[in-house]
RNA sequence: GGGGAGGUACCCAAGUGGCCAAAGGGGGCAGACUGUAAAUCUGCUGGCGAACGCCUUCAGAGGUUCAAAUCCUCUCCUCCCCA
């Protein structure tokens, strides 16, 4: 390992993951040294993780990957506090206990990621409420607040942002908790860097300087970029919502359609980002994408990568089979068999045998595909409504017996790519 | 404490007695085109109803009127200027 470098980092550089980072030769020589620790925390404000936390769970998986150590830290007392990075306004505090659960569920979820079942380099994880739940107000500022300028402070974006609208002490406070944090898991497990999104790298050189102030040691940090699309929006969200790493919120299929759907300008990057493949064949995915982006294999293969990442190869293969059924546009070939198992796991709903005859309208708003009796009427109207992939016309179509397949299925699409499927079952 | 401007649908914003379920834009949904894309064009966008229509809605509560988002009273909230 030269000196001047090191293949974890190159590879991030290489998949443009950096945003900032410690002097990257003195971190090079620090990981190239011996087997290091890293931690990146995860505030505990929902029951799951989400596409928005992919990013630095990957980048947890890779530095394992080098034969590091993640740590992955859960921030059961910090979520108590709230950061105030990249918010126009104070955050509602969660209740205790709600965060207490949420915590506990997220060190279920962090498993898919990185392994704790490794050896010299198990990934770790820890709760900042083991410590910070205990901490006392005097000695606090005495130990940790004297080495904290408030005129630093002050300055820091995430701070500065909103002294004009307003912030809390408590949310004030959150970035001596998270050096806190830094400072401790330095103690207890020595481990030596922190990583983040961009928004956190104040928090993260807060946590340096406090390990050099009290402890005279070095620690590094790095930061990845906060994922955009190009249009624009947010990364993370689809248009039914936020999209979550857990299976019960977000279907693996929705999961597989939210990065099927990526953009051409985006895709790319984000095979860059999210996936573990070669650089070569991502080089190389970008170039049918520019000679033939109409076959979509960069975005196909993306969504393959991340889903079975998040949801395994089951999870992979149930989105796959829907997938390949909903958008085939015929499903009346198949048994009842085929259709039981291509829609084990989409988005579906019952219905009573001697539902036959109903208005479609009435399904519509029944399965949730139309808001509103008025609404469903209008798809149907402009032909936005297609059951078994056959295009319905007219408001008053009633679901009619010849619409049910084998095993009592009935396949429901507004518009090209929202499907349910509605399931009859027998008296 | 004094003076002023405001709070309208998912968001921004027009509307100052009836023609207002409320202009326009954004966003969203759908159609055409396409690659489950982008861009563009078109339609829809409070609820119920097949429809005449009915119901709920313009910060909140009362009131005036045949009729109120619009006028009056009180309350709550936001912003600006002066002290």
Redesign the pocket.
């Known amino acids: 390992m030269s000196a001047r470098s090191h293949p974890f980092l190159e590879d991030l550089a290489a998949r443009e993951l950096i945003v900032d980072s410690t002097p990257r030769e003195e971190l090079a020589a620090h990981l190239g040294e011996a087997r290091r620790s890293a931690y990146i925390g995860f505030d505990p404000t929902a029951d799951s993780l989400h596409v928005g936390n992919l990013l630095g769970l990957t980048l947890l998986r890779r530095l394992q990957l080098r034969d590091h150590r993640p740590i992955v830290l859960v921030g059961g007392g910090t979520g108590l506090i709230g950061d105030p990075s990249g918010r126009a306004g104070e955050r509602a505090l969660n209740e205790l206990e709600t965060v207490r659960a949420n915590a506990e569920r997220l060190k279920r979820q962090v498993s898919r990621f990185v392994d704790f079942d490794r050896g010299a380099n198990a990934a770790l994880l820890v709760d900042n409420y083991e410590w910070l739940g205990s901490v006392s107000l005097i000695p606090f500022l005495r130990d940790v607040g004297k080495h904290f300028s408030i005129n630093v402070m002050l300055a820091k974006e995430s701070v500065s942002a909103r002294l004009a609208t307003g912030i809390s002490y408590t949310e004030f406070s959150y970035q001596l908790l998270q050096a806190y944090d830094f400072r401790e898991l330095a103690r207890r497990h020595d481990c030596t860097m922190q990583m983040g999104g961009s928004d956190q790298w104040g928090n993260i050189t807060a946590g340096i300087e406090l390990i050099r102030r009290m402890d005279a040691g070095a620690a590094h940090g790095l930061t990845h970029p906060l994922v955009a699309r190009s249009?624009g929006t947010k990364m993370g969200k689809s248009?039914t919502g936020t999209v979550w790493l857990d299976a019960d919120k977000t279907s693996p299929y929705e999961m597989y359609?939210f990065w099927?759907?990526t953009?051409?300008a985006d895709v790319i990057r984000f095979l860059k980002f999210y996936t573990f493949l070669p650089l070569a064949e991502i080089v190389a995915l970008g170039e049918t994408t520019e000679h033939a982006?109409?076959k979509?294999e960069a975005?196909r293969v993306l969504a393959r990568e991340v889903t079975q990442l998040v949801h395994g190869d089951d999870g992979l293969r149930d989105a796959e089979t829907i997938?390949a059924s909903l958008?085939a546009g015929d499903v009346t070939g198949l048994s009842a068999a085929q259709l039981e198992q291509a829609f084990a796991a989409a988005p579906t709903t019952a219905l009573a045998a001697d539902d036959l005859g109903t208005p479609l309208v009435d399904v519509l708003?029944r399965v949730g595909l139309a808001?509103?009796?008025?609404?469903g009427r209008?798809?149907l109207t402009?032909?936005?409504i297609q059951v078994n992939g056959r295009k319905v016309s007219g408001a008053d179509a009633v679901l009619s017996g010849d619409a049910v397949l084998p095993g009592g299925f009935v396949v429901l699409q507004?518009?090209?790519?929202?499907f349910h499927i509605a399931r009859l079952e027998k008296k």
């Open positions: 249009d248009e359609q099927i759907n953009p051409d982006p109409e979509r975005q997938t958008f708003v808001e509103s009796k008025r609404r209008e798809l402009t032909g936005a507004r518009g090209k790519k929202t």
